[in-house]
Structures are given as structure tokens and as C-alpha cells.
């Protein structure tokens, strides 16, 4: 990364303009032109994400935990969504807990920050609805730990950075043709073009169909994804970049919950890998739209002003059906039904204003941030009811039952069920402070103020919170290659789940705290990291049952302490030889001592291999794998034994322009359930798709 790139450049545009003043017109604008275009080549090729602290800083100073998906590993590992990406990364575990929602967690809790370029908004419960498709998508990083540097929220967890793709200074594209196991079809594209001569402006556009059945009986889904944006330079010393990314897709036969695994005599039922507890009437269709508004002002050869925009919109529409209750083991019978039917949108909007730059005093250069942002969201859900004596809330049929057991219900009118209405509002700031040669500090500070009012199925909502959270990091560099770090940030996240009244928990809050050593080797190529980490979190929600007069889940606060440590290696190993290799180890207890969230496995191990074999340059294989310690989920009482997963792919270039790739998943084709996090099912058995991609 280079932290001054696009300060040197409006150096270099000075002095080249000053230097064309004594040439001809004709000179002069040639000149112009090309000081143009280089700036904007500038911010185009080298842009430096600030998704860890707001700061243009290396991930080898940053006093906390990174690590990057590149859109290479994605590709080659062929992660066509978020969640397939994000299996790539160290520390993180997917909580794949129904077809259609999942939960990601690291250090043993759940994330529930995510950012678009470095800025988000908290991701409520921390559940993604659908699989959002990664194509679209330059990198995706995860910052573990308490980031409230970042956006005044957060947890021990961690944030995702969701890295956009962005207009190169080059034209051409790609186009990739993918199939696979369960009628697995995909088309996607990628194209890049320069909209003037000299290069100002650019755009890029990427779009994707996929058609897939699935290893649970009755389950398929469909998506359209699209992708546009425009940049260019508005004057010498402006850009502007404007986007908008729309996704539609569809599932049949989904899950709502999973499979029940408890028999009433205590032990643990096993099922084949394909049962569902789902119904073929049985649907969840979401429509993702984003859109945002970059402008970028060079205020001088040291400072810049940002002012973004973004909106965002979901729409879910689903019929669902819940099996619950104790099975017999002699007859397989003592499930019951419970249908249901929801419409749900949620309108969001940020926009945010900042100026960052470098200052010089007491004989060194420092940088800083600050800035103001206010986000607001509305979340409304109908529901349509039933009558209750139909047959889908009655007793079910001995399990696995057949996807045509339940006609689908009578469903009645929409009514509203909730609507809930968010606000933050945040002032924050940050500075890198040089203290000597070889010791830098990261300060920072956020003021919030969070508003949230509605009406919660009859229960009116009216909460306001104010808070104000600081950050400090250190880096001293031991070495020019081994940096030492320490940093400190509070805790606070607002919850989204309720107690049994109906009304929302308070925040959580506590403190985090990291400390590491960061060491790069072989010239750089390679880095390994290793972090020790604490939290303690007040008031953390916790599962406290079923709410018996209208069948909502409630929660009550918690405390709880974790520890732990990571140790992660990424690079090049050698000239043929890239390696991700990561391990994390946690341990969480509450205040009694006891191990909590034990959904949450205490060892986790990921790596990712690709090569390039030096006898065949047009030959590239590549592995990825995972294990993960035992887990538990002490509220149903099922148990997941520890396991080992592998994926391994090849690839060969045809020519400079077309390239066929194989990709196995789950090579020892591995039985385990996907997440013991809140329900669960079998995840798919070994499976695998080939493609070919054509570049032009």
C-alpha cells in the first residue's frame, strides 16, 4: 500500500501545470491532459482501504487483526457468495444455521458490524437473509476484534469490510460459464471500459444468473445480480464516483428452523444428509438494492475531503413452515407444524463527511481523521395469519415425512406486525501520532447518539442511547520487518433481541483489548501475525426461551469474559507457492465460570495452498481446508463432533485468453450439521463444479 499516492500525485499535477506554463497552447494541453489522467490512474490503481482504522495504513502497522479475501482466492476456491468467501478467512466461522439465514462469528461472538469501503451500518442481529453473491466484490477484509474506531458500535467480534469492485484505467473484461453438482448453473461477467480518451472517466460492470438445486430434497434457488459504476475527475482536484448494485433472488422448499435432533429419552437422532423439514409450498424470495455517491475534494497537497452517500434497500417476501417438539425414537413421531408467512422491508440511508490528512509537528509527520456521520433505517414486517385449526399446526407424521405432507395453509390479510425505526448519529476522530523512529500511536474517539422507536408486535419501543467510546493503539517497529502493537477500544452494541415484555435488551458494553507482533519475511512477500485478545462483555444476550402468548424467542442479559489467541501466516512463499494458514484459540465463560456460547468451537484451523507448477506454467492446483474442535448447543442439547474439511481445484490456461478450472468441495465427503448456533441441518456431501472463463 502507499499511504502518500495520491498526495504526491497533486504534488506532481503542480508542479507539472507550473513547468507547462512556459510551453505552447497546443503544449500546454497535451500536458494538462496527461497530468489528468495520470491523477486519476492514481486513485483508480492504488486506492488504500481504511476499513481497520480510518487511517492509510499498511496491515503490517495496524495494531489489530486483518486478514483479506482477494477476489483471486474467491475465484479460484470458487466462492460464489459471501458466505462460501468468508469460510476462506482465519478465525471466522459461518453459522449456516437455515437455508435461507446465516450468522458469521469470530472470537467466539457474533459479527454484527459490516462496512461497504470502509463504511456500514450495525448489521442488527447479525443475520444475512439470502446468499448475497461476492462477484461484485474486489476484496473482502475482516478486522477481528472491537473496532468502535470505526463506527462507535461493535463487539468483540469483528467487523467485514466489503471491498467494491471499482473502473481500472484498462478496457476489457471476462466471461465465465460454470456448472456443477445439483443442476449447479451459473453465467457471470466483468467489463471494464474507458468513457473518454484521456482516461477521466471509466466504468465497470458486472453481472451474474445462477440456477441451482441443492443436497436437501426440495430445496432450489435462483439469482440476478448487476453491478455498474462510473468515476472520474470532475476538476484538477475532484472526483466523483457513483454506483449501484441490484441483486433478486429466490429460493423453493427452504428451511425455517432445521432438523430436530433431540429423541425424548435424551439422546442425539441421526438423519440422512438430504432431510428437510420443509414443505414444496415453502418459499423465501429477497431483492437487494444498493446505490451510493462518492465525492472526493483534494483540499490541498496534504488534505482531502470525502462526502459519501449510501442507501440501501431490502424486500423479503416467505412462506415458511417450523417443525418443533421431541421425537420417539421406537416411531419417529411428537413433531408438530407451524406455519408462517411474512412480508418485511428495510430502508437504510448514511451519509457521511469527513477530512483526513498529514500535519507536520515537533519534528515528524502525523495523520488524522475526523469527520461526521448519521445513518437511519425503518424496518417493517406484515404477517398474515392462519386459523388454527388448520392442519399445518397440528401433529406431524413420523419424520423425514414427505415435501407434500401439509397443503399449504389459508393464509388471511396482511396486518402489520412491527415497525421499527432507527438513528445514529456519530462524530468521530482519529489520529496516527509519531512519537520517535520507531513508535507510532493510533488515538481515536467516537460520540454517538442511537435512537430507536417503533412498535414491536403490540410492545411500543422508545429507546435513546449516548455514548462515548475511545480507542488507543501502539506500533513499534523492533525491526524494519517485526512491528510489536497494543491496542485498547470500549464495547457498545446496541441489541436487537427482546426480553420476555417485548422490549429490547440495553446495550451491551465492556472493553477490548489485543495485543500482537507483526513479522514480515522474504523480502516482504510473506506475513505472520500473532495476537492475544480479551473481552468482557456486560449484558450480553442469551437464549431464555419461548414466550408462551405469542411464541417469540426471548432473551435475557449476561456477563461474560473471553481469551484467546491467533496465529495466522499469508503470502507468497515462494515464486509459485501461495499460503493462508491460520489458528485461533478461544475460551468464554460466563460469570460463574461456566463455558458459554459453546456453539462456538475453541480451536479453529483454516489454510488455503495455491501453486503453480513450474513444469507446466499453464497448470495451477490449489487446496483449502478447515477443522474446528467440538461444539455443543446446550439449549437442544445436540452435539457436534470435531471435523476436517478439504477443497481442491486446478486449473489450466487453454490460452492467454481462455482458462478451464475444476473445483471439488468436501473431497473425504464429510457428515456434519452446519452450525449448532440456533438450528440445524446436514451440510452437503462431497459436490463439485467446472468452469471456463474467457478474457478479452
Do not use: C
Not at 433472488?249 to 433431540?262: E, P
Amino acid at each position: 500500500m502507499k499511504p502518500h499516492t495520491l498526495f504526491s500525485l497533486s504534488l506532481l499535477t503542480l508542479a507539472m501545470q507550473a513547468h507547462a506554463q512556459d510551453k505552447t497552447d497546443t503544449q500546454e494541453q497535451q500536458e494538462v491532459s496527461e497530468v489528468e489522467h495520470l491523477l486519476i490512474s492514481g486513485v483508480r490503481q492504488d486506492r488504500i482501504s481504511e476499513g481497520a482504522t480510518g487511517l492509510t495504513m499498511d496491515i503490517s502497522e495496524t495494531p489489530q487483526s486483518i486478514s483479506v479475501i482477494t477476489s483471486d482466492l474467491m475465484a479460484n476456491f470458487a466462492t460464489f457468495n459471501i458466505n462460501d468467501a468468508l469460510r476462506l478467512a482465519t478465525g471466522v466461522t459461518v453459522e449456516a444455521w437455515e437455508t435461507n439465514r446465516t450468522n458469521y462469528s469470530s472470537r467466539g461472538f457474533e459479527i454484527k458490524n459490516s462496512q461497504i469501503d470502509g463504511v456500514g451500518l450495525p448489521n442488527d442481529w447479525g443475520i444475512v437473509t439470502g446468499a448475497i453473491d461476492a462477484y461484485g466484490y474486489e476484496s473482502i477484509e475482516v478486522i477481528r476484534g472491537a473496532n468502535g474506531l470505526l463506527t462507535g458500535v461493535g463487539n468483540a467480534s469483528g467487523t467485514i469490510n466489503y471491498v467494491r469492485k471499482r473502473p481500472t484505467n484498462e478496457t476489457g473484461g471476462e466471461v465465465s460459464v460454470i456448472a456443477g453438482s445439483y443442476d449447479f448453473k451459473r453465467i457471470q461477467g466483468d467489463y471494464n471500459t474507458l468513457l473518454t480518451e484521456d482516461g477521466r472517466w471509466a466504468a465497470r460492470f458486472v453481472v451474474a444468473a445462477e440456477d441451482k438445486n441443492s443436497h436437501l430434497d426440495g430445496l432450489s434457488d435462483d439469482l440476478g445480480y448487476l453491478y455498474a459504476v462510473v468515476d472520474g475527475q470532475l476538476t484538477d482536484h475532484s472526483t466523483l464516483t457513483v454506483g449501484i448494485s441490484h441483486q433478486d433472488a429466490n429460493t423453493d422448499g427452504n428451511l425455517w428452523g432445521g432438523l430436530v435432533f433431540n429423541y425424548t429419552d435424551g439422546t442425539q437422532a441421526q438423519w440422512d444428509d438430504n432431510d428437510t423439514t420443509s414443505q414444496e409450498w415453502t418459499m423465501w424470495d429477497t431483492i437487494n438494492t444498493n446505490a451510493f455517491v462518492e465525492f472526493t475534494h483534494q483540499i490541498n497537497d496534504s488534505w482531502r475531503l470525502d462526502v459519501n452517500y449510501h442507501k440501501r434497500y431490502f424486500e423479503e417476501q416467505d412462506k415458511l413452515f417450523y417443525a418443533y417438539g421431541s421425537i420417539v425414537k421406537e416411531t419417529n413421531l411428537g413433531l408438530y407444524g407451524y406455519p408462517g408467512r411474512y412480508d418485511s422491508e428495510i430502508d437504510s440511508d448514511l451519509i457521511e463527511v469527513k477530512t483526513s490528512g498529514f500535519f507536520t509537528a515537533f519534528g515528524f509527520e502525523h495523520e488524522a481523521t475526523m469527520g461526521v456521520s448519521y445513518a437511519q433505517s425503518t424496518d417493517t414486517m406484515f404477517n398474515y395469519a392462519t386459523d388454527f385449526a388448520e392442519e399445518a399446526w397440528g401433529a406431524l407424521p413420523a419424520f423425514p415425512y414427505a415435501l407434500n405432507t401439509i397443503t399449504e395453509p389459508d393464509w388471511q390479510e396482511s396486518t402489520l406486525y412491527s415497525e421499527i425505526k432507527q438513528n445514529l448519529t456519530r462524530i468521530f476522530g482519529s489520529s496516527k501520532i509519531t512519537l520517535s523512529d520507531n513508535l507510532f500511536m493510533i488515538a481515536g474517539v467516537n460520540a454517538i447518539d442511537f435512537e430507536r422507536s417503533g412498535d414491536n408486535s403490540g410492545t411500543t419501543i422508545d429507546n435513546s442511547e449516548s455514548e462515548l467510546s475511545p480507542y488507543l493503539g501502539f506500533t513499534y517497529a523492533i525491526t524494519q520487518d517485526i512491528n510489536a502493537y497494543a491496542s485498547y477500544s470500549d464495547i457498545y452494541q446496541p441489541q436487537e433481541q427482546y426480553d420476555i415484555t417485548g422490549q429490547y435488551l440495553d446495550p451491551t458494553k465492556g472493553k477490548n483489548t489485543e495485543a500482537g507482533i507483526k513479522v514480515q519475511w522474504l523480502d516482504k512477500s510473506l506475513l505472520t501475525t500473532f495476537a492475544y485478545f480479551t473481552a468482557e462483555q456486560e449484558n450480553l444476550a442469551s437464549y431464555a426461551g419461548i414466550n408462551p402468548d405469542n411464541g417469540q424467542f426471548y432473551y435475557y442479559g449476561v456477563d461474560v469474559e473471553s481469551t484467546g489467541f491467533e496465529v495466522e501466516v499469508t503470502g507468497q512463499v515462494t515464486e509459485n507457492l501461495d499460503l493462508v494458514l491460520g489458528y485461533t484459540n478461544i475460551e468464554i465463560e460466563d460469570t460463574d465460570g461456566q463455558d458459554a456460547n459453546t456453539w462456538a468451537p475453541r480451536d479453529y484451523v483454516n489454510f488455503s495452498m495455491n501453486y503453480s507448477v513450474p513444469a507446466l506454467s499453464a497448470l495451477k492446483v490449489g487446496l483449502n481446508g478447515r477443522w474446528q474442535s467440538k461444539t455443543k448447543n446446550t439449549d437442544y442439547n445436540v452435539t457436534q463432533d470435531s471435523y476436517f474439511l478439504l477443497n481442491a481445484y486446478a486449473s489450466y490456461d487453454i490460452s492467454d485468453s481462455l482458462t478451464l478450472k475444476a473445483n471439488l468441495n468436501n473431497v473425504t465427503d464429510e457428515k456434519y450439521i452446519s452450525s449448532l448456533h440456533s438450528s440445524f441441518y446436514y451440510a452437503a456431501p462431497i459436490n463439485g463444479v467446472i468452469s471456463a472463463t474467457y478474457a478479452f
